[in-house]
């Protein structure tokens, strides 16, 4: 193997350098014209394979761009050079023999030596270094397959004359198919119908067709109220404000101060023998606030010690009192959790549970009464149009001899079923109660005396915001109705007076009486009844009490009213103290008139004849009667969530009616938990629950069990349980069919909705 003739090496003490064959570009020096060459940092080229003994000592790229010791860093033309000429080798400054024997060691020796490469990084080194590198004899050849990558570096031989640089015979080139990049890739949503997911899919499209378009949009939406930790945070508004302060300086002598408690003493005995001269009843109407001495101001403040004062103050702050009614909620909630999620519809039996029984049974859950309803009986129970949490009940009187008693208006929730959240105390009992459907902190209030007020239930303090004074008969019902943008008040009286009243700016209600129930006279359709023996007396007066009051659920100008003679009178407002139609129903008077919420033609009315009786609107004969007994029904009322069940009272039994089963017996008894006789009966909002209340000032919440499932179509259920019920009646089954459907014609109403 011949190799190239290379300088001796020169050794050094200190150091071991070697002479370059090839001219550092940065060594400065004088060139062939005698000037001084300049400092060139050459661009990167193709490295030249440099086989050392059989060792590959080729040296590694150095980036010179990372240091910052080189003099001068210039960027090199071969970076701007094309594709065509990046190929393109320099010629280097060899002499002629030898790059001679340069060409003819490369095609002797191509395929039997290894590849080296020397490149402009040696001469780079050189420059940072500032060594002179001596290389022994070293082959240089070249291979076919780094003809590509093969760049010869410029050499220049000691005291030799440059020759012309090799030039490779071949250059292989090696194209490759660069990675695909998606840009938007959009994948189909549809499925061929003959492949196998097109089962599955059609099954998922049914689905959400039935959850949005079908049935299954109206699934059951339930309002709970929950309590949630709360994050106690310092925000900007939990800081004090500054304080600022300003000294004031007064003098007050004793003199002064036994002369100002002497004229308060005075005044209060003026006050004390004005109010002695006054009578019993100017006594009572006396307002307390006319008293010129107030709790800060009285003598008693002032023998009240500090803490005694901050005691009292707290005691009346509105933020101590929201506090304990949140304690109380919480207390209550720990006490009757179970019973306050089956009142919700929280724990409700599955409905696809294997032994399923009809028992229609009734299960206490708790009762609203304390020490001040010990006694009273309770008139009247109605719920609050936003939230059927909150119930309000009306205390007054049963029997009419009952003296000196007091009313009473207590507004109850079902977080707090031990103590009231709101409690109203009047002079007189009260018999009527009504919530408004537009504004649900207004409750009309109806007295025994004749009075007629209008409540805000938001306000702790008794707050009447309308009012009248003008009867003296006991209010029996009170209806709220709306006609328009307008929500206006029905009143029934003792008197036979039915009132409409309008709130208005002014302090008193606007009253128009719009009926007059006078009694009836010759012969009436309906029930067959007893005549009366005829008497020569002549009666004080000839209008029959006005006991109950029900709105058409369709006709917003149509009410029926029911007499204490047992007539139901057919009204409108359009025509005063006229009524359309009337119909005998009991023999005695009537204590409730309630439609269905399913099939508004139906509704029952219940009386003093110890029975209960079922109307179709068109129709004056009843179409179911409950078996007599020797009590009267004082109420009945429809469930909201199954409609053919209806809850009725009779003294202290509980009655529960399902026109689907039979109707010559009720499917379940229910005796009162205090032995007490009941009075008022209502239906919760959602049907799952019915209050009662009886004359001893309780309301007992029972839950409904093992009932049966609602329908789906309720109308199609009635008129099914009504042609079984009137089979032995054909002549009413004929009428019933030529009614038609149960429910009206909106259609003839929709122009006062829209």
């Known amino acids: 193997m011949a190799q190239q003739q290379l300088p001796k090496r020169s050794i050094n003490k200190s150091s071991v350098s070697y002479e370059a064959a090839v001219p550092s570009p940065f060594k400065k020096g004088k060139g062939k014209d005698g000037g001084k060459q300049k400092a060139v940092i050459q661009a990167p080229k193709p490295l030249v394979p440099v086989i050392y003994e059989g060792v590959d000592v080729t040296p590694v790229y150095l980036n010179p761009y990372l240091y910052e010791g080189g003099k001068e860093r210039q960027i090199s033309i071969m970076d701007n050079l094309t594709k065509e000429n990046s190929f393109m080798l320099q010629r280097s400054s060899l002499n002629r023999v030898d790059s001679q024997k340069f060409q003819t060691n490369l095609l002797l020796q191509k395929q039997e030596i290894e590849t080296a490469t020397l490149t402009h990084r040696s001469i780079v080194t050189s420059a940072y270094f500032g060594d002179d590198i001596v290389i022994p004899a070293i082959s240089i050849t070249s291979k076919s397959e780094y003809s590509a990558d093969f760049v010869e570096e410029d050499v220049e031989s000691v005291g030799e004359e440059p020759v012309e640089q090799a030039i490779p015979e071949h250059i292989s080139l090696i194209l490759k198919e660069t990675a695909t990049i998606f840009l938007l890739d959009l994948p189909s949503a549809t499925v061929p119908k003959a492949s196998d997911e097109a089962s599955a899919v059609l099954e998922d499209n049914e689905t959400y067709d039935y959850l949005t378009k079908g049935k299954g949009r109206n699934r059951k939406v339930l309002n709970v109220g929950i309590q949630t930790v709360p994050v106690l945070m310092k925000a900007r508004d939990t800081e004090t404000k500054k304080m600022r302060f300003k000294n004031t300086s007064t003098y007050v002598s004793a003199w002064e101060m036994y002369d100002t408690f002497k ?126 949490d909150i119930v309000a009940v009306a205390y007054g009187k049963y029997f009419y001899n009952d003296r000196n008693c007091r009313g009473m208006v207590m507004i109850w929730n079902i977080k707090n079923p031990q103590q009231p959240e709101r409690q109203y105390d009047f002079p007189v009992p009260v018999s009527s109660v009504a919530f408004s459907k537009v504004n649900p902190n207004l409750l009309a209030v109806g007295f025994y005396n004749g009075h007629l007020k209008i409540l805000d239930v938001s306000k702790r303090e008794v707050f009447v915001i309308r009012e009248d004074t003008m009867f003296f008969e006991p209010v029996w019902s009170v209806v709220w109705f709306q006609q328009g943008d307008d929500e206006d008040i029905l009143a029934s009286f003792g008197d036979g007076r039915v009132c409409r009243y309008q709130i208005t700016g002014a302090e008193n209600l606007k009253r128009t009486q719009i009926m007059l129930t006078a009694m009836a006279e010759g012969k009436l359709k309906g029930i067959k009844y007893l005549k009366k023996c005829e008497s020569k007396e002549i009666s004080i007066t000839g209008y029959e ?21 047992g007539v139901v009178h057919r009204c409108s407002t359009n025509y005063y103290n006229e009524h359309m139609d009337l119909f005998k129903a009991h023999d005695g008077a009537i204590h409730t008139v309630r439609f269905s919420p399913f099939a508004n033609k139906l509704y029952y009315t219940c009386g003093d004849d110890f029975r209960a009786r079922l109307w179709v609107d068109g129709i004056s ?85 093992d009932m049966p499932i609602p329908p789906f179509f309720p109308e199609n259920l009635i008129s099914q349980s009504l042609k079984r019920l009137l089979v032995t009646r054909p002549d009413l089954l004929k009428k019933l069919r030529k009614l038609g459907s149960l429910n009206f014609d909106k259609k003839q109403f929709s122009k006062y909705f829209n």
């Open 263 to 388: 004229e308060m003493e005075q005044r209060s005995d003026d006050d004390s023998d004005v109010i002695a001269e006054l009578t019993d009843e100017e006594q009572e109407t006396a307002a307390p606030d006319d008293h010129r001495l107030n709790d800060e101001a009285s003598l008693d403040s002032y023998r009240m010690t500090n803490d005694e004062k901050q005691l009292n103050k707290i005691f009346k702050s509105k933020a101590f009192l929201d506090a304990l009614i949140v304690i109380e909620r919480i207390l209550g909630n720990n006490c009757y959790n179970a019973q306050q999620k089956r009142f919700k519809g929280l724990s409700d039996p599955d409905v696809f549970r294997e032994n399923i029984e009809y028992k229609y049974k009734l299960e206490l859950l708790w009762t609203y009464s304390n020490d001040e309803t010990n006694g009273r009986c309770v008139t009247a129970v109605v719920f609050n149009s936003f939230s059927e």
């Open 545 to 565: 009490q006005a006991r109950c009051l029900a709105l058409h659920p369709t006709d917003p100008f149509t009410y029926f009213v029911g007499t204490s003679e």
């Open 621 to 705: 004969e009843p179409l179911v009667t409950s078996e007599p007994s020797i009590l009267p029904v004082l109420d009945v009322d429809w469930s909201p969530g199954h409609p053919t069940i209806i809850a009725t009272i009779r003294g202290p039994d509980i009655l529960v009616w399902d026109m689907q089963r039979k109707m010559y017996e009720s499917q379940s008894v229910r005796k009162s938990p205090v032995g007490a006789l009941n009075t008022v009966c209502r239906f919760t909002t959602n049907g799952r629950c019915l209050m009662v209340g009886d004359m001893g000032g309780n309301v007992h919440v029972y839950s409904l069990e």
